[in-house]
């Protein structure tokens, strides 16, 4: 079996969710499977000393 396409998401995100909705067709058309690897994208711009977009500055 190939390997799956690793989905990074932080479901927090509309834009994941939507996304998660569309991947596994994706994933089929190419005859692959679906990994989801949730993450916390607050949490890796924290850890990065980095502010998302609305936090200003």
Same mark, same amino acid.
């Given at each position: 079996?190939?390997?799956?396409?690793?989905? &990074?998401?932080?479901? +927090?995100?509309?834009? =994941?969710?939507? $996304?998660?909705?569309?991947? &596994?067709? +994706? =994933?089929?058309?190419?005859?692959? /499977?679906? =990994?989801?690897?949730? !993450? !916390?994208? $607050?949490?890796? +711009?924290? $850890?990065? /000393?980095?502010?998302? =977009? !609305?936090?200003? /500055?």
């Amino acid at each position: 079996m190939p390997t799956p396409i690793r989905f &990074h998401c932080d479901f +927090l995100s509309p834009y =994941a969710s939507l $996304a998660w909705t569309q991947v &596994h067709a +994706l =994933a089929d058309g190419y005859g692959r /499977g679906v =990994a989801p690897i949730p !993450s !916390s994208f $607050a949490a890796l +711009l924290d $850890a990065n /000393g980095n502010q998302g =977009a !609305s936090e200003g /500055g």
